[in-house]
């Protein structure tokens, strides 16, 4: 016999407290993962970062009137290792921090609403206080859901399309949306992840390898290019757009991201990045997002 699920909608607003306080009242547990995460960075870094951190403050404090159990945050691995050139790394942890002085604005808005969840939660008084489990994964592919553009979704779209005229010297962490969603579910069941922050990734990856994967994937049917960008031609474009202008800054960048914690603890087995990035691209295919121009 199955098993029957209630589920009940609330409309809810992260800058209004109020509509917070009526989804999380008769809960156990709160997972929060709603943050904004454009697809170009806005002119004013304050449409992410107010949402970011007041959102996150109303929540927990909702969660404190409620006497919330365990409450689950998604951060992101960009808010631990965005830092000075000089100051990168082989490997980063759970113990390090990025540099807000330096982030582009979403980084600086995930990192600043972090560090005051953790401020928060480290003045509450004992009968005050409930669980903390933060999720920090890095970029996240794989199968989507839904059948509208999103900010991962549309990198691989961009690439296999041709709008990508190349790969730009730049290392990205990878991890599958299947994993984040398992890595979530685990931070509620698993009693030693309490207020503990946990890098959720497989591995990185330099973005020509990602190009590389997908023009294997599909040698037909898309305009991937392979070619490398150069720096200077970077550069010159980095002076009129600001996505460009993010990417200099870790141009040849090599680190990883230290995973053990989440194997560890919440028993994480990652399914491999490669992997995440074919299945990201077949969903947009089959979604309609992404069509082929192979003949048939």
Not at 107 to 119: H, N, P, Y
Not at 177 to 206: G, P, T, Y
Request: charged share 25%.
């Amino acid at each position: 016999m199955g098993v029957i699920f209630q589920l009940e909608l609330f409309e809810a607003n992260l800058l209004d407290p109020q509509s917070l306080d009526q989804a999380v009242e008769g809960c156990d547990f709160v997972v929060h993962t709603a943050s904004p995460l454009p697809a170009t960075p806005p002119k004013d870094e304050n449409v992410l970062i107010k949402p970011a951190v007041e959102g996150t403050l109303s929540i927990l404090n909702s969660c404190v009137k409620h006497r919330i159990k365990r409450v689950v945050i998604t951060s992101t691995s960009l808010t631990m290792c965005i830092q000075q050139r000089q100051n990168y790394k082989p490997v980063f942890n759970e113990n390090d921090w990025s540099d807000p002085t330096i982030c582009a604005p979403y980084d600086k808005s995930k990192t600043l609403a972090e560090r005051a969840a953790w401020d928060f939660h480290s003045k509450l008084s004992e009968d005050e206080k409930f669980e903390m489990v933060v999720i920090n994964p890095a970029f996240v592919l794989g199968p989507s859901l839904v059948q509208t553009d999103f900010s991962s979704g549309l990198i691989i779209r961009k690439i296999m399309t041709g709008q990508i005229p190349g790969a730009p010297k730049i290392l990205m962490p990878i991890v599958d949306v299947r994993d984040v969603a398992l890595a979530h579910l685990r931070a509620i069941q698993v009693k030693e992840a309490a207020n503990q922050r946990f890098i959720v990734c497989d591995r990185s990856l330099w973005f020509k390898d990602i190009i590389l994967t997908l023009a294997a994937k599909y040698p037909e049917g898309f305009k991937i290019n392979t070619s490398e960008i150069k720096y200077c031609t970077m550069k010159i474009a980095s002076w009129f757009d600001a996505s460009a202008n993010k990417l200099i800054g870790y141009w040849g960048v090599d680190f990883q991201l230290d995973n053990s914690k989440s194997k560890s603890i919440l028993g994480l087995e990652y399914k491999l990045a490669t992997e995440a990035i074919i299945e990201m691209a077949e969903s947009l295919i089959s979604s309609g997002l992404l069509k082929s121009n192979k003949k048939n």
